[in-house]
């Protein structure tokens, strides 16, 4: 009959639209309608009583499953009703933060910037330093070396020759060429050289006075560089602890400097953060209403569909489950004569009843 026909046909799409079933048990259980909900409860077999379990079963896990879906889409909504305040308050949020960030970085700046003055004159504090002590140092450099060749030629030279344990010419040449380089005593010298050129062993008196004075020049020389060099000692010592200290003042500001920077590329970074989270805090804003409208949509079409599931498949299956042959044969009406109208002429209702009778 047309109405169980009917009530098959939604039973049969419920199954094959039914999204947990498997794809081989949905064409089992179609080709099975007829013979299962689609034939009376007494008429069936009692193996098809079986198929008949099984297609309530699909249909409640579908069942189910649309009710989940309209309580997530709802949940859904729900959630984003009042997100409307929310994202207005994260987009606040955000542009406090970036302007806070912008603010970071010009200070970062700045103080990057301001470092490079204090490099540049730790660094020309420190080439200052540097030429004083050299020039200054050049000076005891200078008088270490003469005292050096002048202890050198006394020990080396003067004494052997004095002594008498050494006539070796290229010694007698060497003492009276430094004597010359700092200005001995010229007669001093002459005398000297002519003395020098007599053996030890025959020298008298005033050779060995002559030698004795050679002698206590260089001594007097030696003595005399050595007082310079004591003199100019804390002169050197201060020049030295003068470079020690503009080196680490260049070194801290070099340190300095590089940590700003390293600072200001942070804070550069922060404040691009800042921006793409204010950028996306201001899109979200802007998508509330169609998100919104999406949600909406969403959660409407899975009511629908449940709704039109219960009333539709769900109740066809529900009356078919149990049917009679019976259930669903017309009931036939009958037939009512048409009243005549009320103000008919007199004598219609005889006419009417003798057409009636």
């Excluded at 077999?45 to 579908?62: K, T």
């Excluded at 003492?175 to 380089?181: A, E």
């Excluded at 050679?214 to 100019?232: Q, V």
Aim: net charge negative; charged share 25%; glycine share 4%.
């Amino acid at each position: 009959m047309k109405a169980i026909n009917t009530r098959c046909t939604s039973v049969s799409k419920a199954v094959q639209q039914a999204e947990l079933c498997p794809a081989r048990v949905k064409e089992m259980l179609k080709r099975t309608i007829a013979l299962t909900v689609g034939t009376p409860k007494a008429d069936r077999h009692p193996f098809n009583d079986r198929f008949v379990a099984m297609i309530e079963s699909v249909l409640g896990e579908e069942q189910s499953r649309l009710q989940k879906d309209v309580a997530s889409n709802d949940a859904a909504f729900a959630e984003l009703s009042p997100a409307k305040a929310t994202r207005e308050a994260a987009l606040e949020q955000a542009k406090g933060v970036a302007v806070a960030a912008n603010e970071a970085l010009q200070s970062a700046k700045q103080a990057a910037a301001a470092s490079v003055e204090a490099v540049t004159a730790t660094t020309a504090e420190l080439k200052k330093v540097t030429k004083e002590q050299k020039s200054g140092d050049e000076v005891l450099e200078g008088i270490t070396v003469k005292r050096t060749m002048l202890e050198e030629t006394l020990n080396q030279s003067v004494v052997p020759l004095v002594d008498g344990t050494a006539e070796d010419d290229a010694k007698k040449k060497s003492v009276l060429d430094v004597g010359k380089s700092f200005a001995f005593d010229s007669s001093l010298l002459s005398t000297a050289a002519q003395v020098l050129q007599t053996p030890a062993a025959d020298r008298g008196g005033f050779d060995a006075t002559c030698l004795q004075q050679l002698k206590d020049g260089f001594t007097s020389a030696i003595a005399k560089h050595d007082e310079e060099l004591a003199a100019g000692a804390p002169g050197k010592a201060e020049r030295a602890a003068a470079v020690q200290a503009a080196l680490a003042a260049r070194q801290a500001a070099g340190a300095t400097h590089a940590d700003l920077q390293e600072k200001a590329t942070a804070a550069r970074q922060a404040k691009a953060d800042a921006e793409s989270a204010k950028k996306a805090a201001a899109q979200s804003l802007a998508a509330f209403m169609p998100d919104l409208k999406v949600a909406g949509d969403a959660l409407d079409t899975a009511k629908t569909a449940l709704q039109a599931f219960i009333d539709g498949p769900q109740v066809a299956f529900t009356e078919l489950k149990e049917f009679k042959d019976e259930d669903f044969v017309p009931v036939k009406r009958p037939k009512v004569a048409a009243e005549p109208p009320t103000d008919a002429p007199e004598g219609t209702d005889a006419v009417a009843a003798q057409a009636a009778a």
